[in-house]
């Protein structure tokens, strides 16, 4: 995840941030395995969660 400098006043009472995930949108496997099930039928038959595609955050805050 990338975030830009946050945009911020001097007292820090309020500030801004933009923050990006998988900027590039490349689908990449975060975690996988096997399925425990292959004497039932399932050989070779396998599972992967895929990382979220490309998103953006506009992040605000106040304090008082």
């Not at 399925?35 to 506009?58: E, K, M, N, W």
Request: charged share 20%; aromatic share 10%.
């Amino acid at each position: 995840m990338r975030s830009l400098n946050p945009l911020a006043n001097a007292g820090d009472t309020w500030g801004l941030a933009l923050v990006g995930k998988n900027l590039t949108d490349e689908e990449a496997t975060v975690w996988g395995n096997d399925v425990p099930l292959g004497a039932q039928g399932f050989d070779l038959t396998c599972f992967q969660h895929i990382d979220a595609l490309r998103s953006y955050l506009l992040q605000a805050k106040y304090r008082f």
